[in-house]
């Protein structure tokens, strides 16, 4: 008691050199500084959804749930519709992923197995280069390269063979759905190959041995046991994929084709929501356009979140697993 | 040998060699782009491009010295907010945040914002800065761009202070620093050249990005005044130019392509050769 007493007032007396004593200390002030900074993070995040979701509020007051399931998109008349570039996102991205998983998978497989140290580490540096190309140069190659051949050569040789299924239908018009897609997966590539490489180099050497010390050729030791075991990884990948893909802005708005109505056929020209927004929010004028826009936002950020969690989850659980075995 | 263990054999070799012929389509991927862009925009690279305004559409010749020094502001100022407020973020996360509920937040936070579309990310400078400011600027743009490098910077100075081993900073404690000045004189540079690298890569990543700038800093076909007014980048210069009907401008969009795609080229082949520099030194 007579102790504290003793020490209060003299605390009180002199706050400034109680404050230069923790300055120059110093561990008080750099916690709160870096503190500062990390809530700053948080409420920039927090604020950024917040806005998502008054910016939208015009919209979701007027359409409601008929946002997502309208499939008229007519700023003249004031009647916003989702539905067809929900759809075109969609089919993108899924078309994408087709053709995206099969070959970053395999291009996985052959860096974590068969490719040895350096060489493997190399191509993979070159798969992250990949990754950096910035998404615009994407859609100019694709506008003057890529949009042409299909015009010309796949879109009629796709034709000749499947023709007849709906999928397929009517004229190539070069930019569509099935462009986009196409170089979307490109995009992508990198996600899947550098994720799915981790998780099948997570796993246990011993998984290797065992199966071809019991005679199992190369592939069937990685397709029978190695692929299975790193699976939780190779999804995770997937919808990380999936996630980049539904938000690609750049490279799909040159490609897409800027249709807002809803095609059976690949071939047509179509939209995706990042593309819309990218088109029309500076000219988006009244009340609801504009907010009908950032629904659309909302919506993108909503996807995104679900699948970027889910994808988080399992790379956590095999990568997990794999170092907890090792 | 019987036929069951031929067809084994023959597909172990058939579908080795597709996975090896993945590989090799996707990384044959980058040297495609890099070589078209070579051979359309290498003959319009030149000072000129570099030094000169646009010309007018019909007018042959001029440059994109306006998108240069525009997308050098943009990007400079998203790096003046970005990378303190994320290399803070880290050295919390990673010297004091440990596993509690806070930290676990941040974190959370980080990935999600990582995870947010550019498109979105830009939609929401333009609610926050553009609307209530009425015009758009390179501010815009640059505020848009820090938040992408935000999350970037944190996460990966977060991941290299963690690798610092124990004995280093109890070593320093041990000699009487206090907890900053350990992690000021000692952890950090001891992480140093990982954190350069996850900047740089940050830096080269929002170098490339149009989606965001879409409607925050705009474009603009002259010098800007200043950071509050519409300003020209070098992305944003590609897409316009890209999508315009005339030739001229598609042989700039090319040449501009090439330029961008070399400086973010570079600055990810400097950051890998600072990191494994970086490594083998720490170990010898």
């Known amino acids: 008691m007579s102790s504290s007493a003793a020490v209060q007032p003299q605390m009180g007396k002199s706050p400034v050199s109680e404050i230069s004593r923790r300055l120059r200390g110093g561990d008080e002030v750099a916690w709160l500084i870096t503190l500062l900074f990390s809530i700053s993070v948080l409420l920039v995040t927090a604020l950024l959804v917040w806005e998502l979701w008054v910016g939208s509020e015009p919209s979701r007051a007027k359409s409601g749930f008929s946002f997502l399931t309208s499939k008229l998109w007519n700023p003249v008349t004031d009647e916003f519709g989702a539905y067809p570039f929900i759809y075109g996102t969609i089919v993108t991205s899924v078309l994408a992923l087709a053709i995206a998983v099969p070959t970053g998978v395999g291009a996985a497989i052959y860096l974590s197995e068969l490719a040895t140290g350096k060489w493997s580490d190399s191509l993979t540096f070159l798969v992250e280069l990949l990754a ?38 009517g004229p190539v018009y070069g930019v569509g759905y099935f462009t986009a897609g196409l170089v979307m997966a490109i995009m992508i590539f990198p996600y899947i190959i550098s994720v799915s490489r981790e998780a099948l180099m997570s796993v246990p050497r011993e998984q290797r041995e065992a199966a071809l010390a019991l005679g199992a050729t190369k592939w069937e030791s990685t397709w029978q046991i190695v692929v299975p075991y790193a699976r939780l990884g190779i999804i995770g990948s997937v919808f990380l994929a999936f996630a980049r893909a539904l938000g690609e802005t750049m490279a799909v708005t040159m490609v897409i084709g800027n249709d807002p109505s809803v095609h059976a056929s690949l071939f047509a020209p179509g939209y995706t929501i990042a593309a819309v927004i990218a088109n029309e929010f500076t000219e988006a004028t009244g009340k609801v356009y504009p907010a009908a826009l950032v629904e659309l936002g909302l919506v993108l950020f909503v996807l995104t979140f679900i699948l970027n969690g889910l994808a988080r989850l399992l790379i956590l659980i095999t990568t997990q697993k794999g170092s907890a075995r090792a | 040998m019987t036929a069951r263990n031929i067809y084994r054999k023959t597909l172990n070799n058939v579908m080795l060699s597709v996975t090896a012929l993945c590989a090799l389509v996707t990384v044959s991927t980058l040297f495609v782009v890099l070589a078209y862009l070579v051979y359309n925009g290498a003959s319009s690279v030149n000072l000129d491009f570099f030094l000169k305004l646009p010309r007018a559409t019909g007018e042959t010749g001029g440059g994109m010295a306006n998108a240069i020094l525009g997308s050098a502001e ?142 925050t800093s705009l474009n603009n076909e002259y010098w800007s005044s200043g950071l509050s007014e519409p300003t020209a980048s070098l992305p944003y210069m590609i897409y316009t130019r890209a999508i315009s009907p005339y030739d001229d401008w598609h042989r700039q969009t090319w040449a501009a392509g090439l330029v961008l795609l070399g400086l973010v080229l570079v600055a990810n082949i400097a950051a890998r050769l600072i990191l494994t520099r970086g490594s083998s030194s720490a170990r010898g």
């Open chain 1, 132 to 169: 950096a190309v910035p998404s615009v140069i994407f859609g100019l190659l694709a506008m003057f390269t890529l949009v042409p051949m299909m015009r010309e050569t796949i879109g009629p040789a796709i034709k000749s063979v499947f023709g007849s299924l709906p999928l397929f239908s």
């Open chain 2, 74 to 215: 943009i990007v400079g100022f998203a790096t003046l907010i970005g990378v303190p407020i994320g290399f803070f973020t880290g050295v919390y996360l990673s010297e004091w945040g440990g596993q509690g509920v806070f930290s676990f937040i941040v974190r959370y936070m980080c990935d999600l914002l990582n995870g947010v579309p550019s498109i979105v990310i830009g939609i929401f400078a333009w609610t926050v800065i553009v609307r209530p400011m009425h015009h758009f600027s390179a501010l815009a743009g640059g505020f848009a761009l820090s938040l992408i490098l935000i999350p970037i910077t944190a996460k990966s100075t977060e991941q290299f202070l963690a690798e610092v081993p124990r004995a280093l900073r109890e070593g320093s404690l041990a000699l009487g620093a206090t907890k900053w000045r350990t992690i000021a004189s000692v952890v950090v540079p001891a992480a140093r050249k990982g954190i350069m690298t996850g900047i740089i890569l940050g830096v080269a990543r929002i170098s490339g990005e149009s989606a965001p700038l879409l409607f």
